[in-house]
């Protein structure tokens, strides 16, 4: 996931694409929109594994964003609310393939691609419509843009520009949602039409890989039969998007009608463009397939703490639960910590003593309960109970635990052999920190960074912060060349008064580790 961007939800009336670097903060006053921006990747997470009847579940457990009417910005010139996301993903895994046609792996070609999707939830109409729901997937230079009624029956459905509404809505529906993507059924087949449906009927029925089957005979010697129109058609889609014209003008495909017609093609013909456009069309459900499969991985690969943690107690419950995911407050700490196995246990406090001078262990007490202990390097012969150490601490270890299991451990599944970034989402991590704790927290994001980088494990860390220490240290950091400067970026969210939308101002570091583009005075009283 590399950029995100919000259009009127809450104050913002359109944000934009905005670049996420491995290390991202967001900076601002109170109720500038930096945790509507960070809240949206919850908003994405909650809703995965849950059965829905739309792509935002508004009111989940991580974030309650209210509902659409509470979430459209005020500031919005038209009734809908829209998140765009931009990713890179393996091309071959979205077009190289066609199961749905051959049911059989083809070769691929590892090549890969960006995609940008958005998604839009229209509110009720003047029209009488009741609300629907937009995707616009951009790849390669295509655009495929739909909207899907309440029902889940397509209103719009446009390739390039194209509509293809009616190649589509008899054979193609959503009945569910899992998650921003809606899960597609196939409605009906052309051979499920029946046998004794009329011949217009069949024709107005007509599907999208029908229409390939057209376009090849109708290029093709009128002598030649159907069945050579189906070779031609099927080696056309078997072919990748990028390779379709090479393969069209191919000397051993088709007869010579198609290569006398096809050789006069190029990208911009309007015969190719329209072949393209169909061929694009068949694959509609493989190409929302893969997109789906890349926001499943993606969405497990989201972490999100929230800037309230839970307090440390005396004494938890142990139970026989496996815990491979800390909760956004950090209540099940414990049990996450008791779950590791000794070498994971000592290999966490090792690194957490490294940083901080503390490590920490986890005691079985009589009666089935854990308490979390506290050693000092400076005096590793005693040991304290979290509970009696103050506030800081247990705000500040549940983050370190998510940081080090996302560098330790292999997250997430692998998407057209590739894993999809980790997006850990951190509203201010400073809480009850001291200054030298808070900047150590920027040690602690870099290493994490740099560590799974290591494993080729592609961390983006989003923190909302008011911390000015974390600020400058990173800057350090950058400057001593423990990271690179294009691997961090800093957000500042801002308005013109507390009555105008949100704008984003994009600050970076040189690669000496200052502040570029930063608003003078941004720390000081006024």
């Not at 937009?134 to 209103?155: K, P, Q, R, V």
């Not at 247990?394 to 998407?415: C, D, E, H, T, Y």
Request: charged share 25%; hydrophobic share 40%.
């Amino acid at each position: 996931m590399k950029s995100l961007g919000l259009k009127n939800i809450r104050s913002f009336k359109n944000s934009g694409l905005i670049d996420l670097a491995p290390i991202t903060l967001l900076l601002g006053q109170n109720s500038s929109g930096k945790s509507t921006f960070l809240r949206t990747f919850a908003l994405f997470k909650q809703a995965l594994g849950v059965r829905a009847r739309e792509p935002f579940l508004w009111v989940g457990e991580l974030v309650d964003f209210g509902g659409f009417s509470e979430t459209i910005s005020k500031f919005a010139d038209e009734n809908s609310v829209s998140v765009t996301i931009k990713f890179d993903t393996f091309l071959d895994a979205l077009l190289e393939t066609s199961r749905a046609v051959f049911n059989r792996q083809l070769p691929q070609d590892s090549r890969i691609t960006e995609f940008t999707v958005s998604i839009t939830e229209y509110g009720p109409r003047n029209n009488g419509c009741l609300e629907s729901f937009g995707y616009d997937f951009h790849f390669d230079g295509n655009e495929i843009s739909f909207e899907l009624n309440a029902d889940g029956t397509f209103e719009r459905f446009e390739i390039n520009g194209q509509s293809g509404v009616e190649l589509v809505k008899d054979w193609l529906g959503v009945r569910e949602w899992n998650g921003p993507i809606p899960t597609f059924t196939r409605l009906a087949s052309s051979e499920s039409f029946g046998s004794g449906a009329t011949a217009d009927l069949k024709k107005q029925r007509k599907t999208y890989l029908e229409t390939v089957i057209d376009f090849v005979g109708q290029r093709m010697d009128g002598r030649s039969r159907e069945e050579r129109h189906r070779d031609v058609a099927y080696r056309l889609l078997r072919s990748s998007i990028h390779s379709l014209l090479a393969v069209a003008q191919s000397d051993d495909i088709g007869d010579a009608t198609w290569r006398r017609a096809a050789a006069n093609w190029n990208e911009d013909s309007a015969e190719f463009k329209k072949l393209k456009n169909i061929v694009i069309g068949t694959r509609f459900p493989e190409i929302t397939a893969h997109i789906f499969d890349y926001f499943e991985s993606a969405l497990e690969n989201i972490k999100y703490v929230s800037p309230l943690r839970a307090s440390a107690e005396r004494y938890y419950r142990k139970q026989g639960l496996a815990v491979n995911e800390l909760d956004p407050t950090g209540k099940n700490f414990a049990l996450f910590l008791d779950n590791m196995s000794a070498g994971e246990r000592y290999s966490f406090s090792k690194w957490t003593r490294d940083f901080f001078g503390i490590s920490i262990q986890t005691s079985s007490e009589q009666g089935g309960h854990l308490s979390l202990l506290l050693r000092s390097s400076e005096d590793n012969s005693k040991e304290f109970n979290m509970a009696d150490t103050g506030f800081g601490f247990s705000q500040m270890f549940p983050i370190l635990a998510q940081l080090w299991a996302i560098q330790n451990k292999r997250v997430g599944r692998k998407n057209g052999g590739r894993i999809a970034p980790v997006i850990f989402a951190i509203e201010q991590p400073e809480l009850h920190l001291h200054p030298r704790l808070q900047a150590q927290l920027a040690d602690v994001f870099v290493s994490a960074i740099v560590a799974a980088r290591a494993k080729k494990i592609d961390i983006r860390v989003i923190v909302e912060t008011h911390s000015e220490y974390l600020v400058n240290r990173l800057g350090s950091l950058i400057g001593t060349g423990k990271i690179a400067s294009k691997d961090a970026s800093v957000l500042i969210f801002e308005k013109n008064k507390f009555s105008s939308p949100t704008d984003i101002r994009h600050s970076d570091f040189s690669e000496k580790g200052f502040l570029r583009n930063w608003p003078h005075g941004f720390f000081e009283p006024v």
